[in-house]
């Protein structure tokens, strides 16, 4: 067993994430999607990323976390 890659999360999990930061990284794929079709297909993972840290939109803690951990990433 591994630790989650997330800094603040100590779960025990098989793959790089636990299963909660790896539904958080695919709502966030989704949203993402979505976003894109709102604001046009320029608009940039990290403007976006960054746009939700500043503002979560009650998109949640877990997802919030998902996405510090890909902008230190990038
Ligand atoms: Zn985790």
Same mark, same amino acid.
């Given at each position: !067993? =591994? +630790? $989650? @890659?997330?800094? +603040? $999360?100590?779960?025990? %999990?098989?793959?790089?994430? $636990?299963?909660?930061? %790896?539904?958080?990284? %695919?709502?966030?794929?989704? !949203?993402?999607?979505?976003? =894109?079709?709102?604001?046009? +297909? @320029?608009?940039?993972? %990290? @403007?976006? !990323?960054?746009?939700?840290? =500043?503002?979560?939109?009650?998109?949640? *803690?877990?997802?919030?976390?998902? *996405? @510090?951990?890909?902008?230190? +990433?990038?």
């Amino acid at each position: !067993m =591994k +630790e $989650c @890659k997330i800094d +603040e $999360c100590h779960r025990d %999990t098989i793959d790089e994430l $636990c299963i909660r930061h %790896t539904a958080a990284l %695919t709502s966030l794929e989704q !949203m993402f999607d979505a976003w =894109k079709i709102a604001y046009g +297909e @320029k608009y940039s993972k %990290t @403007k976006y !990323m960054e746009a939700l840290l =500043k503002d979560d939109n009650g998109v949640g *803690i877990w997802v919030q976390e998902i *996405i @510090k951990f890909k902008l230190q +990433e990038d």
